[in-house]
Every structure is written in C-alpha cells, then in structure tokens.
C-alpha cells in the first residue's frame, strides 16, 4: 500500500514532534513530503533542508496529500488551509484562536478539516464532545484548558515563586504560545472553550462577548488566603448552555474535580442531560502530547 504524504507547514514545537512521530511510529503509513518554514536560514536536520518549500507551493503540490498546519495566527494560516481545502486534501490543525474566529465560515467553506489538536493538548475531547453531542443535550462544558497557567499556578503554589521566572520556564518546555500573554491573559483558555461550546451548541461563539480573566492578578497571597480557605486557585474556562462561556481565575475547593489537576495538565467535565459529569485529563500542551492528537487526526477515517 501507498504511503500518504503529508506536507507539514510549520516546524517548531509541534511540528517538529509530528515529524518525528511520523518517522518513529507511522512511517509505513505516512511520510513527510514537505515542509514549509518562515525562516529558511534557520538551522534544521539535514533531511528536513531537503524537503523545505514555500507554504504556498506546499499546499498545492502534488506530491502532498494531507496538509499539517502549525504555524499559529490567523494569516497566512487562513488562506492556505482554504487553499488547501479547494485541492480536496485533508487538513489537520492545532491552531485554536482560528478555529475559534472562523468556526462557522470554515464549516460552511466544507471539505476534511480536522482540529483535535486546538484543544486540550493530548485529550481527545473533541472527538468525545462530538459524538456526545449527538446522543445528548450538552449542559455544561469545564475546563482547565490552558497548560501554560496551570504550570504556572501549580508551581507558584508549589515553589513559593512568583509568576514571571515559571513564566520563562514554561517557554522553555515549549507550553506557552509564540506570545505568551494569549496563555496569561486567558485569551488562548477562551478560544479552546470557544470551540467546545461551538461543538456542543451548534454554533460560533461571539468571542468579544465573553468575559476573560488570567493569571496577572494571582499573587502568593491570594494563593495562601486561598490555602486557608482549603482551596486552590485555577483558571476555568466554562460554557454552559444558559450563560454562555466564561474565562475566570476561581478557588476551587478541594475536593473539585478539577483543583488537582496539577502542572500541565489539562482536564475538562462534560454534562448532558443522559450522561452524568465526565471527566478528561491528560497532558495539555507540548510537542509530544499535541503531536499525538495531530497524528490521532492523521489516522482517522
Ligand atoms: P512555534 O514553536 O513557534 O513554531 C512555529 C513554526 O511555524 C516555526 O517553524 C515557524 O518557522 C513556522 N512559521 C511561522 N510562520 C510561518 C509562515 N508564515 N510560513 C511558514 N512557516 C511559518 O509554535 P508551536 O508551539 O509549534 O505552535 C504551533 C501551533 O500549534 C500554534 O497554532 C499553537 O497555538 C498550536 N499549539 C501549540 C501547542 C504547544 O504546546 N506548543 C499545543 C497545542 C497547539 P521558523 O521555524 O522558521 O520560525
Ligand atoms: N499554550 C497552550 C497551553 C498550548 O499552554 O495550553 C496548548 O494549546
């Protein structure tokens, strides 16, 4: 059997786990045909020099049958996944805040686009949200959706540190976006419950309606008035189908399902109206993790 050949624009954190994913464990399904850059002068493994072209080349070339896009923002990324998309080749993206803006135009636009990797990191919760939202009335959507912050909460708290060190360390470890405010302003946690809450109802989220908070305003502090109080400080991402999304720092108490979830981890609690809370959690960023959920949409039929 022919091998499908992915053409991966973008080679950064994910992208670069992608290529390695697909060499280590689907290389007798898949190969990497090309991969598309911003800065060619960049220093890259020696193979990877050999398939580098322009993103535009890319998503038309012949010689690629699914497109892998992890490059983050809204343009160029927009246009050549609907270029894409027109060439009738699968697209996979891990890009949440495009998804999250363009939910209802890229849905009409039509054709295999594929997103798992935008939300939670390594959950499959897309693909879990989906199928429950056919089978049930979808009521509320929680989350920890950002891994970023939760590292940040859970070492501040841990450490006795406060937030810009972790901040560079979670950079460091490949978490936090190409601008790290999208994670510590609560922007990148809104988009992911934007997506959910678009699944489960059926329709784009207006984003400039939703009320946001992050991380800024969380000193040592609050985290020990918090402590005394036997509770934790989280920032939740939630929809529920009465009030819409909302992104807010919260003090769980203990015993919440989610005030546990430590470092980068991620955990959403799903409720319909047959199906009791559920509960996800696994690792929500990274390049291994989102890798896993790109390739997941790689495979799927
Ligand atoms: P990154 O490390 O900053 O890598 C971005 C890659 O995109 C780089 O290789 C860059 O090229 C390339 N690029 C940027 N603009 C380009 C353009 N116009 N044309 C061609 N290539 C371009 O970012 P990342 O962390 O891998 O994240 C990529 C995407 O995955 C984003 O949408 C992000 O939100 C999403 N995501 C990330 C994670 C995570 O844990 N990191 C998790 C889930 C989803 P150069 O190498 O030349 O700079
Ligand atoms: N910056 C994001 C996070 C990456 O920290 O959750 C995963 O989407």
Redesign the pocket.
């Known amino acids: 059997m022919s091998r499908s050949r992915v053409g991966l ?7 670069a786990a992608v290529y390695e994913q697909i060499q280590t464990n689907l290389w007798e399904r898949f190969e990497v045909a090309r991969v ?4 060619r002068g ?1 220093a890259r493994p020696a193979e990877i020099e050999d398939l580098l072209c322009d ?1 535009q080349y890319l998503v038309q070339a012949d010689d690629v049958d699914i497109v892998v896009e ?3 923002g809204i343009h ?1 990324a927009i246009d050549l996944i609907k270029l894409a998309l027109t060439q009738g080749k699968r697209v996979v993206t ?3 805040e495009l998804i999250a803006r363009h939910y209802d135009e890229l849905i009409a636009f039509g054709g295999d686009l594929r997103f798992e ?2 939300v939670a ?1 390594g959950i499959p919760v897309i693909q879990v949200l989906r199928t429950l939202a056919q089978t049930n009335r979808i009521t509320s959507i929680h989350g920890i959706l950002n ?1 970023t912050t939760n590292f940040i909460l859970t070492e501040m708290e841990t450490r006795q540190s406060e937030l810009e060190p972790i901040l560079k360390e979670a950079q460091a470890m ?2 936090a ?2 601008d790290p405010t999208a994670d510590v302003d609560g922007f990148d946690a809104m988009y992911k419950i934007a997506i959910l809450g678009a699944i489960a109802s059926g329709e784009q989220l207006d984003l400039e309606t939703i009320p946001r908070s992050g991380i800024r305003e969380i000193s040592l502090t609050k985290m020990r008035e918090a402590a005394e109080h036997e509770r934790r400080i989280k920032l939740v991402a939630s929809w529920t189908r009465e009030s819409g999304a909302r992104v807010t720092c919260q003090a769980l108490p203990l015993d919440h399902p989610l005030s546990q979830v430590d470092g980068v981890m991620n955990a959403v609690t799903i409720e319909g109206d047959f199906m009791p809370t559920l509960t996800l959690i696994g690792p929500g ?3 291994r993790p ?1 890798s896993s959920a790109i390739c997941g949409d790689l495979v799927a039929e």
């Open positions: 624009i973008g080679f950064g954190t994910v992208g598309a850059v911003r800065d960049k993103a992890v490059i983050g160029p891990a890009n949440k990797a935008a990191g891994g490949g978490y976006e190409a960023a990274g390049g989102t």
